[in-house]
């Protein structure tokens, strides 16, 4: 196991022990995340973040639109203050529901605070976090939204603060559009959906943008067997195995190595200009 994965174990009991407590709550939702504690490419990325998150006990953290399973654990686990943003009002009702059954919802240290923002224009003053990411989010925002959502977090991280990003990844840019609605948008028959990205796109959209330096870029990936494939396979019974995708993640993603590893994903860490 990588050093990024060694956090996952405790990723998945946080996910169990909110899961748990949801239930008396909000019932279906508490046995949703109790079945599922970390889903299999989610492991691999909130394992990232918690590790490149390198600020103290009591930091205020932005998090952008990512799912909202990595706030909890930052605010249980490391004490940080997190503000979780959302474009969708449901979204951030959810956020809200899993923060107040664990007694953890507000603005402190060890608690989540839920608001609705648009990544592209936050309400919120210059250098007001201490750090921000954004977890498989920034794809989904449609024509140049993902560099004005990016441009965002670094404007509202303080100097020398740290954003942490995961994007999907592929050898040859692609976008793909889908019927109906996607999130808050929806234009018919063709509604952008998400973009992979590849090393220009990657490096034009969002590592070149200005205001911070790259500090770690990886690609991550399978190689020859696929876990991602192996979940496929089960169809609507990947439920009955969906407790364990944090072990597949943890036995299957890696930072890419070797050319015959295929690129999926890009994680990376910037850091603000001083």
């Known amino acids: 196991m990588t050093r990024s994965l060694s956090t996952i174990p405790s990723l998945w009991a946080t996910g169990v022990r909110v899961g748990t407590t949801t239930i008396p709550r909000a019932p279906l939702l508490g046995l949703k995340r109790l079945l599922l ?14 590790r490149e998150l390198n600020v103290p006990s009591g930091a205020r953290i932005l998090d952008l639109g990512s799912p909202k399973d990595l706030s909890l654990f930052l605010a249980i686990r490391r004490n940080y203050e997190v503000v979780a943003v959302d474009i969708l009002a ?6 809200e529901t899993f923060a107040r059954a664990q007694g953890r919802s507000g603005a402190a240290p060890g608690h989540v605070k839920s608001e609705v923002q648009d990544g592209r224009s936050l309400t919120y003053a210059d250098n007001s976090f201490d750090a921000a990411y954004s977890i498989s989010v920034l794809e989904h925002i449609p024509d140049g939204g993902d560099s004005l959502a990016l441009k ?24 793909t559009f889908v019927s109906g609605r996607v999130y808050e948008r929806d234009l018919g028959e063709k509604t952008f959906f998400e973009r992979h990205y590849d090393d220009a ?4 959209r969002l590592l070149g943008i200005g205001g911070a330096s790259v500090e770690h870029l990886e690609l991550w990936g399978e190689g020859s067997i696929s876990g991602e494939r192996i979940l496929s396979a089960f169809g609507r019974a990947r439920a009955l195995i969906s407790p ?10 890696r930072p890419i190595r070797s050319p015959s590893d295929r690129a999926m ?3 990376f860490t910037l850091v603000k200009n001083s």
């Not at 796109?201 to 034009?204: E, F, I, P, S, V």
């Open 152 to 175: 965002e977090l670094i404007r509202v991280v303080r100097p020398g603060g740290r954003i942490v990003v995961t994007v999907p990844y592929d050898d040859q840019y692609r976008e």
């Open 201 to 204: 796109a990657l490096r034009k």
């Open 244 to 253: 364990f995708e944090w072990l597949m993640a943890a036995t299957f993603l």
């Open 265 to 267: 994903a890009a994680f």
């Open 37 to 50: 504690p970390v889903s299999y490419w989610r492991a691999a990325e909130f394992a990232f973040a918690g």
């Open 90 to 95: 449901e979204t951030i009702a959810i956020s």
